[in-house]
């Protein structure tokens, strides 16, 4: 989606009549969809192929033939058994930009399973994520997915533009257990580099404080100080420099070591006004802060701002269906929104006639 978000022709293939199991993935449901196949699948076309029948075979064969990109995410051997797998897609365009998406990668973790919470678990996500030590707990959002397909989008985009000046097309490969590996930086680069195995720590950093939550007079607020700077002008908002001058709390690391003390210190202080009434005090002196939104709250904050979360299409009764914008700003040739997501296969027809056109067949019949 974000690569034809930003231009790109994709043809999605999916399996008659079930199609993307993500089509039923609900509740919930809009205009009688499952919002969860909505939210990834906007200005795709749809074509419906069985790779075990020959005339699908063959579209499936022409349409690499063509393409500029192929991303497929079957289990690893998935793609060679049906004779389009990488080396048979380079004999067939020596261009072809080929982008394999596993959960565990093409050798040893071939066999297993490629699910977000399983990756989660075994990944170490939860094992640092939780209200207390000893109670992993997942996101709230599929995030390992995501990131291995915005890592895909990358290593596709790089490859493209080897592609540029080679005229060579490549194997791009992405896994969810080395995304998520990648993308636990600073917990990953402090087991690596220094052998700590990190726990949970609920809502605190590790090497920050206070970055956390806190109990304000109506709801929670999180405060985010980042430097020594920031705690000053904190305790300034909150009419204590002495907390400032307390040798304890002095610079990040003694915040660190004394984080329960400061959070003793904070949360007496806190609790007497509104989450609202410090976002209103303390934002203005540079203190990172802001009340816990839910998705309401937080659509809202993002339309005050002028951001522009919404994407509107039309549905297929011409309702509009408002989905969530593309947060990429380009200033010549931005997110484009034109197609709503496909129906199961509403694309077949008109691709199938383009692409027989070219099929082998058609073309003896022709001569």
């Not at 980042?226 to 690391?253: V, Y």
């Not at 509104?274 to 976002?279: I, L, N, R, S, V």
């Not at 299409?313 to 700003?329: K, M, Q």
Request: hydrophobic share 40%; charged share 20%.
């Amino acid at each position: 989606m974000l690569l034809a978000d930003l231009g790109a022709d994709v043809v999605k293939v999916e399996q008659p009549g079930t199609g993307d199991d993500t089509r039923a993935w609900g509740p919930p449901h809009a205009q009688g969809e499952a919002t969860y196949f909505l939210s990834v699948n906007r200005n795709k076309r749809s074509i419906a192929l069985d790779l075990r029948d020959p005339a699908d075979h063959a579209r499936a064969v022409e349409l690499i033939r063509r393409a500029d990109v192929l991303v497929e995410n079957f289990r690893p051997g998935t793609m060679a058994k049906h004779g389009l797998g990488h080396r048979e897609a380079r004999a067939l365009n020596p261009r072809l930009v080929y982008c394999s998406v596993t959960g565990f990668g093409p050798g040893a973790g071939a066999a297993l399973p490629g699910y977000d919470l399983l990756v989660q678990a075994v990944g170490g996500l939860m094992s640092v994520t939780g209200p207390a030590p000893g109670v992993p707990v997942k996101t709230g959002v599929a995030l390992v997915d995501v990131l291995t397909g915005l890592h895909a989008a990358v290593g596709v985009l790089a490859a493209l533009r080897e592609r540029d000046a080679t005229g060579e097309g490549q194997l791009v490969e992405v896994n969810l257990l080395s995304t998520l590996l990648s993308s636990l930086v600073n917990q990953s680069a402090g087991y690596t580099l220094a052998g700590v195995v990190p726990g949970i720590l609920g809502n605190r950093h590790p090497s920050i404080a206070p970055y956390e939550v806190f109990t304000a007079a109506d709801r929670p607020l999180v405060i985010a100080v980042g430097n020594d700077r920031q705690f000053a002008s904190l305790c300034r908002g909150l009419e204590a420099p002495e907390l400032a001058a307390d040798a304890r709390f002095a610079t990040n690391p003694e915040r660190v070591a004394h984080i329960d003390a400061l959070a003793a210190e904070l949360t007496d202080r806190l609790r007497h006004r509104t989450a609202a009434e410090w976002f209103a005090l303390l934002m203005p002196l540079g203190v990172p802060c802001g009340p816990v939104n839910d998705l309401a709250g937080a659509f809202q904050l993002a339309d005050t701002l002028g951001l522009e979360p919404r994407a509107s299409l039309s549905g297929p009764d011409g309702e509009p269906l408002d989905l969530v914008a593309n947060p990429i700003g380009l200033s010549r040739t931005p997110p484009r929104y034109e197609r709503r997501p496909p129906a199961l296969g509403e694309h077949t027809a008109e691709l199938s006639a383009w692409l027989d056109d070219r099929l082998p067949h058609r073309n003896e019949e022709s001569r």
